[in-house]
């Protein structure tokens, strides 16, 4: 029998400077993702739920999708390539939405690594550097943003655990 353990994100080692990560799958943004995300973190702006108000006050007379949903769903594309192994995300550098998103768009997301240093203080662990964008079906650039991740070093990552063992495969 062979055990295939899926990676979730990776080690400092695994990052090379200029890597691209092509985060898979998409996700097509409903008018109820965006009004759930609106009214869980209190965005009450009609800009985003109320069809009326933006057909006749807004520039581009539809609903636009909150843009925290948007940088949400793409740095949550991103955690299985780039953060999944990761001690803590320290800092977003930058966010830029280019364009809008409506609701009905299919977003995807890609990470390219832009630098790596060793801790200074800690010799377990580095800070990753990289930029993710995330992109429309149209092509178009919807989302960018810059983060520093610290991740352990291979050999001083904690073991991944599950509450049981290999006696759940063994016949009864």
């Known amino acids: 029998m062979t055990v295939y353990e899926r990676p979730f994100g990776r080690y400092f080692e695994d990052f090379t400077p200029g890597d691209v990560y092509r985060h898979w799958p998409g996700k097509t943004i409903t008018e109820a993702d ?51 192994a990761a001690i803590a995300n320290l800092e977003i550098e930058s966010l830029v939405h280019r364009y809008p998103t409506f609701h009905g768009d299919t977003i995807y997301a890609e990470t390219r690594v832009l630098d790596r240093t060793e801790s200074k ?16 079906q149209e092509g178009k650039e919807v989302c960018y ?22 006696e759940i495969w063994t016949e009864s």
């Open 121 to 136: 203080s800690k010799p377990d662990r580095g800070i990753v550097l990289v930029e993710t964008k995330g992109i429309n």
């Open 145 to 166: 943003f810059r983060r520093r991740v610290m991740v352990w070093k291979r050999d001083s990552a904690p073991v991944r655990m599950r509450p049981y063992g290999e």
């Open 34 to 84: 965006d009004h759930l995300f609106c009214m869980i973190t209190m965005n009450h702006h009609p800009l985003h739920t109320n069809v009326y108000f933006a057909e006749h006050e807004t520039v581009h007379k539809k609903n636009v999708v909150v843009g925290n949903l948007v940088y949400s769903l793409v740095l949550g594309m991103s955690v299985p390539d780039v953060s999944g």
